[in-house]
C-alpha cells in the first residue's frame, strides 16, 4: 500500500507542479519535500534551574525511481483529463502544449521498453491510450475546429473519447 501511495503522491504532485511551471517535476525535487523535521524536547534538571534542550530529528522518505516512473504514467491519465477539460472551456492552445508534453513523456517510457519492471510496461500501454487521445482531440480541432461550435467541442471530444474506450475494451 506504500508503493501504490507514493505513486499517488508523486501523480499529484507532478501534477500541480506542471500546472504551475509546465514542466516536469524531478524525482530529486520531489525527495527535497519529503524530508521532515521535528524537534523533541528534553527536560534536564540543573541544581539551580530547570531547562529544556531541543533534539531534532529528521525523517526522510524516498520515492523510487520506479515509484516515480509509475506516478508520472499516472500523471498522463490527469493531463489527458485537462486537455479534453480545457476544450469544453474554449482553451484550443492547451491540447497542442499538453500534446507536446505527453509526447515527451511517452519517448521517455520507449526508451526504457520493456527492459523495465512489469508495472512501467503496463502502464505504457495506459499512457499510449492518454497520448492517443490528446492527439486525436489536437487532430479535430485543427480539421474541424472552425466548423464545431466552442461550446459544441467539449461534447464532440467526450463522445470521440468514449468511442475510442470502446474500441479498445474499456469500461
Known amino acids: 500500500a506504500l508503493f501504490a501511495g507514493l505513486q499517488e503522491y508523486v501523480e499529484a504532485v507532478s501534477f500541480q507542479y506542471f500546472i504551475k511551471t509546465r514542466s516536469l517535476i524531478s524525482v ?26 531541543k533534539h531534532p530529528h529528521t525523517w526522510s522518505l524516498k520515492v523510487t525511481p520506479v515509484d516515480y ?30 500534446s507536446q508534453f505527453l509526447r515527451q513523456i511517452y519517448d521517455g517510457f520507449t526508451f526504457i521498453g520493456n527492459t523495465g519492471p512489469y508495472e512501467v510496461s503496463k502502464k505504457l500501454y495506459t499512457l499510449k491510450q492518454s497520448l492517443a487521445k490528446v492527439e486525436n482531440a489536437c487532430y479535430t480541432l485543427k480539421v474541424r475546429g472552425s466548423e464545431i461550435p466552442k461550446h459544441m467541442l467539449a461534447d464532440v471530444f467526450s463522445t470521440k473519447t468514449e468511442l475510442i474506450d470502446q474500441e479498445e475494451g474499456l469500461p
Do not use: Y
Not at 489527458?80 to 477539460?85: E, P, V
Open 28 to 53: 530529486e525535487e520531489i525527495n527535497k519535500q519529503l524530508v521532515f523535521t521535528a524537534e523533541d524536547r528534553e527536560e534536564t534538571t540543573n541544581m539551580t534551574s530547570s531547562s529544556h534542550e
Open 69 to 98: 516512473l509509475l506516478g508520472v504514467a499516472d500523471l498522463t491519465g490527469e493531463l489527458m483529463r485537462l486537455c479534453i477539460s480545457s476544450v469544453g472551456n474554449g482553451d484550443i492552445d492547451t491540447p497542442f502544449e499538453l
